[in-house]
């Protein structure tokens, strides 16, 4: 994984990590489902073993109004 690519998914984590903390979503599968995916697939972005597609992005953009600003690293606002 890139440096590019490794920030990329840390910011994807930190935006699921506070969509659950806030109780907006019950857990990663929950999470997953609604964002289209396998929870094993999130678990894998959370350890930096996998990057985040642009499907997913997309959906966690959609879904739960986090800034895509954020998510590049633009933004220190996760939420819109």
């Known amino acids: 994984m890139t440096e590019p690519e490794k920030k990329r998914a840390e910011k994807f984590t930190t935006a699921i990590d506070e969509?659950?903390?806030?109780?907006i979503?019950?857990?990663?599968?929950?999470?997953a489902l609604k964002l289209g995916t396998y929870s094993h697939i999130i678990v894998r972005i959370r350890n930096l073993k996998s990057n985040p597609s642009?499907?997913?992005f997309e959906a966690?953009?959609?879904?739960?109004?986090?800034d895509a600003n954020f998510?590049?690293?633009k933004s220190e606002n996760i939420f819109l």
């Open 60 to 66: 966690l953009i959609k879904n739960y109004n986090v």
């Open 54 to 56: 642009r499907n997913l």
């Open 71 to 73: 998510l590049f690293g």
């Open 25 to 31: 979503e019950k857990n990663h599968h929950s999470l």
């Open 19 to 23: 969509i659950i903390k806030n109780g």
